[in-house]
């Protein structure tokens, strides 16, 4: 026995308010972060996407204190992937490199960071270098490194016995890219 299915003449109209509320309300409010992590008005999100990879670190001896050794960060290896789970680019580095699946590439120059907790590297705010990439790369203006995990520099021995040591520690970040409107 089939039963007649019943629709609410309100239904259309409440999914077309859940989508414009999730159009207009980007994941990552900015007046949710630090000050100093908030990118300029003037700028929208065009691409949000995931990194999850490696960070290397080397052990090696403080540029300012001779014979004390300290992990320092080497550079990141990471896959980039929509909120949808596709591959959008990569990261990796030096100099740290944003690289979209089409091929275009932009490097950036760190602004600002701010600490996300015990155990995660901290959120970053990076100004898109001006570059002549054509692609999905192509005008953006900043990037921002938000709710990380994982990613700390290693807390194994670091000495002049293990100076030029490196060592790799998972990460995940949120890369949000930001182009001028």
């Not at 989508?19 to 003037?42: C, I, T, Y």
């Not at 990261?91 to 960071?113: C, R």
């Amino acid at each position: 026995m089939n039963l007649p299915m019943r629709v609410s003449r309100s239904a259309p109209i409440y999914a077309a308010f859940a989508l414009m509320f999730s159009l207009s309300s980007p994941s990552h409010a900015q007046n949710n972060l630090p000050e100093s992590m908030q990118v300029p008005a003037g700028n929208k999100i065009t691409l949000e996407s995931v990194g999850s990879g490696l960070i290397t670190y080397e052990c090696r001896e403080k540029t300012d204190a001779a014979g004390e050794f300290v992990w320092t960060f080497a550079g990141p290896d990471a896959v980039l992937k929509d909120r949808k789970g596709n591959t959008v680019g990569k990261y990796y580095g030096p100099p740290a490199t944003w690289e979209g699946s089409d091929g275009s590439k932009i490097t950036g120059t760190q602004l600002a960071v701010a600490p996300n907790g015990s155990g995660n590297i901290a959120l970053q705010l990076v100004k898109a270098n001006p570059d002549s990439s054509k692609g999905d790369m192509q005008g953006t203006t900043y990037i921002q490194r938000l709710d990380t995990r994982g990613g700390i520099a290693p807390t194994s021995n670091c000495s002049s016995d293990t100076a030029g040591k490196r060592e790799t520690v998972k990460y995940q970040a949120d890369y949000i890219f930001w182009k001028a409107k």
